[in-house]
């Protein structure tokens, strides 16, 4: 796949932007140094960071042979070199043997439970020029703020429903949707939610605590791909940029306070096999260094977006995700295992019975538009959506659904004394 598949004009850019965005694609010197911290950037020097990149520029996928593959189901506890066998082409054959093993483990912690919860963007603003988002500062779509008036509508609706965990997220924009806004709508959410969890651009430590003294109890971050070049090349503008920065946030969020963390890759943005070895090395590495904190992971794939429908997943079937997701339960088997509305009915219907733990219901990935979404009735305005989504199902058919599955739906497992 080639990476300009990403690189398509908008009809509606102006010509000013449409010179700049030209300008950042094709010529790498006007870029800034993904590696360089900007102001205001805190850094707080973790060895997490060395362990994890150089495993992975190590990692070489194809020299692992079905022997590999199997010593490593035979074993009770997978080891790091056992999990990049679980993750080699070799290991494709043994899918059925992976998953049985992954649903068994999956079993034995989380019995047959699945947690249920849903998203709500309360804005679409972006500082950066991500080129594979739908969000991004460059692509022509209709922006929208929610008013703190219209988050507490949207949640009301959404609680009404009787969800009882919710993900917040907005686009990435100091400006637009600052740290104080965010926590407004954090503390409203406890109004509501006995769960809520942030999805937001990356903040540092002292905002993280701030945060989750506003009610936060998870912080959700996208490396995007772990690959430093790949990264360079597809995130040409903004304070997303800097790759250690972001890769520091879920440790920052711990420091702040956070219950829990969340890390992935969006898979099919590089080579995924080296990506998902990543992502589990890096929820490995920081369950080691703080043991008292939940540590989950996500598996989301590319998707397509408004004005550029070609972007598709590289390589990344739902045969070699499904390998992933057993991979990371076989590896972390009390990490929690998210899959999102990015996939589709049937395979999360599966995959829920087999490695993942978590599933998200009622979905939109556009500002403001619960209402019409739960009940029918159309917003006067709503701002566009983040990806296009595969699975609209909403909370009351995915809850009948997986009892239908054989699965116990689960609202809420903590309680605050």
Known sequence: MNQNQFFVDAENLSEAALRKKHELENNPSCRSDSMQYQNGQEQI?????????????NYQPENYSALDVQRAL?????????????LSPAAEPFLEQMAEKARLETRKHFGNTVYLFTPLYISNYCENYCVYCGFNCYNAIHRLKLTPEQIEHEMKIISDSGMEEILILTGESHSQSDVAYIGEACRMAKKYFRMVGIEIYPVNVEDYRFLHECGVDYVTVFQETYDLEKYEQLHLAGHKRVFPYRFDAQERALMGGMRGVACSALLGLSDFRKDALATAL???????????????LSCPRLRPIINNGKIQP??????????ILCAYRLFLPFAGITVSSRESETFRNGIV???????????STGIGDHESKYTGTQNAEHGDEQFEINDGRNFQQMYKDMEKEGLQPVLNDYLYV
Do not use: W
């Open 74 to 86: 035979q074993k009770e506890t997978i080891s790091v070199e056992n999990l990049k066998a679980l």
């Open 45 to 57: 020097q973790s060895e997490i960071f060395e362990k994890v990149i150089s495993a992975m520029n």
């Open 353 to 363: 019975k087999i490695a993942a733990t978590k599933i998200s219901a009622g979905v």
């Open 282 to 296: 890096h929820a490995y590495y920081l369950q080691r260094k703080y043991p008292h904190a939940e540590i989950s």
């Open 314 to 323: 590289m390589d990344v079937g739902e045969k070699q995700l499904c390998q």
